[in-house]
């Protein structure tokens, strides 16, 4: 079994990842600064530190003793339009506070990495579906940040001998009893729909449906929040290679925003108010992965991502939360 530090355990993927290796029989350790995430989706029977990753003192004092045998880094910040007005934040945050962290684990000996990065890596890409080699030319700071903290793990693997993964999340989506996707201000479309659906906004609005894809609206790759846990297990295993791996979480199959409207709406058995308003910059038409490098090397299948699994799982999360408050 092994002894897993989880950076942004308290947040939506890293919380049900935290849960999953628990049930495996793991010790997880949580470090989170509760800045977007939430204290009560932490799994009770993970140690929490509430503490910043870019905090060197307080990570050095936490790390100590403790034999950690790999770290999951989910920790960062996510919102693409505020890395566009704020981008020096994203820096800090995602590529500074990351080095600092990095830092204490290489002094601790630790030398096992998991990386959260993203599809955003690829800016807009020139073929589809993307593999991972294709040109990486992020179009937003987010991604920018997520492509220079891949590039300076490169550097762990190959001065430090470094084991390290870096996961590109498509589009994290859907939900377990206990945890669901819940960000503020949200931007994903799948909670903005059902944020609609319980009538929390007022409707929910198709940002352009002039693109060219089949119905117009911008076309992505939705991969259950459990499987891309799962991936994240499968790297367990696979980790006793000095390297960095960048591999693909996708589905490999993409779903309109028109597609995932009739989704819920189906789910609901009623119709929902939706609006169309002008194309968003900086959307590219289509994102889908090629992820069979995962597949073929680590093994992974994802098993939770039909969309139905996807819509009924984040509803049923969203329905319970609605009665717990
Ligand atoms: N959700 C997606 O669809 C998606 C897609 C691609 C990549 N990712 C990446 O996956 C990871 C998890 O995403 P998420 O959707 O769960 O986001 P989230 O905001 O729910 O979780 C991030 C967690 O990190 C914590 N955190 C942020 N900065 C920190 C710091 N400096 N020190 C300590 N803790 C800090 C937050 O409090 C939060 O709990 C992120 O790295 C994100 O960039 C997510």
């Not at 628990?22 to 800045?35: E, F, P, Q, R």
């Not at 204490?104 to 991972?132: C, H, N, Q, T």
Request: with cysteine.
């Amino acid at each position: 079994m092994a002894n897993v530090l989880v950076t942004g355990g308290a947040g939506y993927v890293g919380s049900v990842c935290c849960a999953e290796l628990l049930k495996l029989g793991h010790a997880v350790t949580v470090v989170d600064d509760l800045s977007t995430g939430f204290k009560h989706s932490v799994p009770a029977s993970a140690a929490f530190f509430q503490m910043d990753i870019g905090d060197r003192a307080a990570m050095e004092s936490m790390v100590r003793g403790k034999g950690f045998d790999v770290v999951f880094h989910f920790a960062a910040k996510a919102l693409i339009a505020e890395s566009m007005t704020n981008p020096g934040y994203f820096f800090e945050q995602n590529v500074a506070a990351g080095v600092t962290m990095l830092e204490v684990l290489r002094k601790a000996g630790i030398k096992k990495f998991v990386f959260s990065s993203s599809s955003s890596v690829y800016g807009i890409p020139k073929k589809m579906p993307i593999e991972e080699d294709d040109q990486k030319d992020p179009i937003n700071a987010y991604g920018e940040s997520k492509l220079m903290f891949e590039r300076i793990l490169e550097w762990y693997a190959r001065a430090y001998g470094w084991s390290v993964i870096a996961f590109r999340y498509f589009n994290a989506a859907g939900g377990t009893d206990d945890r669901g996707e819940n960000h503020d201000p949200e931007t994903h479309v799948i909670p903005l729909l059902l944020q609609a659906a319980a009538g929390e906004r007022a409707g929910f609005s198709i940002n352009g449906t002039d693109y060219p894809t089949p119905d117009g609206t911008c076309v992505r790759d939705y991969v259950h929040v459990l499987d891309i846990a799962h991936g994240h297990i499968c790297a367990l295993k696979k980790m006793d290679q000095p390297g960095m791996r960048p591999y693909n979480i996708g589905l490999g199959t993409a779903y309109s925003v028109r597609q995932l409207c009739d989704a819920v709406e189906k789910e609901l058995g009623h119709k929902l108010p939706i609006s169309v308003t002008a194309r968003r910059d900086g959307d590219p038409p289509t994102l889908c992965a090629k992820p069979q490098r995962i597949m073929a090397e680590l093994g992974w299948k994802p098993a939770h991502s039909s969309l139905d699994e996807i819509i009924s799982s984040a509803w049923k999360w969203k329905q319970k939360q609605r009665k717990l408050k």
